[in-house]
T-cell receptor, first 118, second 110 residues
Framework: GAVVSQHPSWVICKSGTSVKIECRSLDFQATTMFWYRQFPKQSLMLMATSNEGSKATYEQGVEKDKFLINHASLTLSTLTVTSAHPEDSSFYIC??????????????FGPGTRLLVL | QKEVEQDPGPLSVPEGAIVSLNCTYSNSAFQYFMWYRQYSRKGPELLMYTYSSGNKEDGRFTAQVDKSSKYISLFIRDSQPSDSATYLCATKTGANNLFFGTGTRLTVIP
């Protein structure tokens, strides 16, 4: 149980285009999902916390107009990187908080999406 | 000061060695302590968790928390090449967000 999927697993796009990444909790409902970014050989950096039915909470330094987050259902959150630039190239990972995990309310991570902006 | 400090390594050990991975944290309110394993180009997977102080064992893995010194450890016995990954410690209070260490890259050499 507690499986989280992400789609796509990797994407290459031209500078200036927008990219949408989906995060789904497959076997549980997640009222809260998280989006992280990870640069090579670095740890996870929390970008935003996404609550179903409300606006996402962004971490300091993360542009909310550039990284649009939508959490329209209890099993789906999307991250859209708008007008992507090469510096946005990174590994984007989502996680979902499970009410049934051990410990309760723990986070389960998706497999990540590798974004390369040319 | 970061919430969680972790030696980034890298750490290389021969197969069969005992591995010790460590973190320190600053907030005494943290209650849950977790270890995630992340293989290259994959998302982190929850490996072990501990609530409050004490030890927890799962097969070759032992998680240890000492709240008096704010010290978190993960021991891997009889390490295998398949254990080669980045290990991230994490901690939180109740239902709040996770605070991650920077991760330690471990390589187990056959």
């Amino acid at each position: 149980g507690a499986v989280v999927s992400q789609h796509p697993s990797w994407v290459i796009c031209k500078s200036g285009t927008s990219v949408k990444i989906e995060c789904r909790s497959l076997d549980f409902q997640a009222t809260t999902m998280f989006w992280y970014r990870q640069f090579p050989k670095q740890s996870l950096m929390l970008m935003a916390t996404s609550n179903e039915g409300s606006k996402a909470t962004y971490e300091q330094g993360v542009e909310k107009d550039k990284f649009l987050i939508n959490h329209a259902s209890l099993t789906l959150s999307t991250l859209t990187v708008t007008s992507a630039h090469p510096e946005d190239s990174s590994f984007y990972i989502c996680s979902a908080r499970s009410p049934f995990g051990r410990p309760k309310e723990t986070q389960y991570f998706g497999p990540g999406t590798r974004l390369l902006v040319l | 000061q970061k919430e969680v400090e972790q030696d980034p390594g890298p750490l290389s050990v021969p197969e069969g060695a005992i591995v010790s991975l460590n973190c320190t944290y600053s907030n005494s309110a943290f209650q849950y302590f977790m270890w995630y394993r992340q293989y290259s180009r994959k998302g982190p997977e929850l490996l072990m968790y501990t609530y409050s102080s004490g030890n927890k064992e799962d097969g070759r893995f032992t998680a240890q928390v000492d709240k008096s010194s704010k010290y978190i450890s993960l021991f891997i016995r009889d390490s295998q090449p398949s254990d080669s990954a980045t290990y991230l410690c994490a901690t939180k209070t109740g239902a709040n967000n996770l605070f991650f260490g920077t991760g330690t890259r471990l390589t187990v050499i056959p």
